[in-house]
């Protein structure tokens, strides 16, 4: 019984260990590293690296290192467990895959802010080029996912989604049709940020606060806000 629970005791030791360091490498990164960065930017008199390595955008970039950690230490933790190893290598690479994806919208997402003037035509074809972008790397990051689930290439659903596009242009129809007409909207320089207009059928009647790629805010006269779709 010793002997048996010598293995046993090793991958528990083994485990307890990965975690550790995976905890290590989250508190090096996010106590050390995420502030030594932020005193650098906040140093230089440039604009863009304030915006583009501000503190959200660090720290989504920290919460997938600990999953890299994990990930170089499975085959030497499960040596002996290849089921257990393979699981967790799933697991963690979808983990990581979303994690991925959520940095990259955090990402574009601060990108808005090197953008000063907020009337532009410019401006709104950025805010526009990131929407689209957002859609296209959740579109990605879901196909690996569920190719990481299913134990198939990524590139095999994406030629299989052939013969469902129908189907989800069916069932997605009312949200295609709004992003077609937000693209229309910004692409056409119709309407600016600032611009006061009324919308026939909803209680909108004010100044246009933000425009992205499937709504428009609008706050009224009495400052409450009213969101609409670009069609």
Wanted: aromatic share 10%; glycine share 4%.
């Amino acid at each position: 019984i010793h002997g048996q629970m010598v293995p046993v005791s090793r991958h528990i030791l083994l485990v307890i260990v990965a975690i550790l360091l995976a905890w290590l490498a989250d508190i090096l990164c996010r106590k050390i590293f995420v502030p030594l960065i932020l005193k650098f930017t906040e140093k230089t008199d440039l604009k863009w690296d304030d915006v583009l390595f501000n503190k959200k955008v660090l720290i989504a970039a920290c919460h997938i290192v600990p999953a890299i950690v994990i990930w170089e230490l499975l085959p030497m933790v499960f040596y002996q467990f290849y089921t257990v190893e393979v699981l967790l290598k799933r697991i963690t690479s979808i983990y990581i895959a979303v994690m991925t994806a959520r940095l990259a919208i955090v990402f574009i997402s601060s990108l808005k802010g090197l953008e000063k003037d907020h009337r532009s035509s410019v401006q709104q074809y950025f805010v526009t080029f990131c929407g689209v972008l957002k859609i296209f790397i959740i579109f990605i990051t879901t196909i690996v996912v569920v190719a990481t689930l299913i134990n198939k290439s990524p590139f095999t659903l994406l030629a299989g989604l052939g013969a469902t596009s129908a189907i989800l242009m069916l069932v997605f129809k009312d949200t295609i049709s709004g992003l077609v007409a937000g693209v229309r909207l910004t692409s056409n320089n119709m309407l600016h940020k600032g611009d006061w207009i009324t919308v026939q059928g909803t209680e909108a009647n004010g100044v246009v606060e933000e425009i992205s790629l499937s709504t428009v805010k609008i706050r009224n006269f009495d400052n409450t806000i009213i969101t609409v779709s670009p069609q």
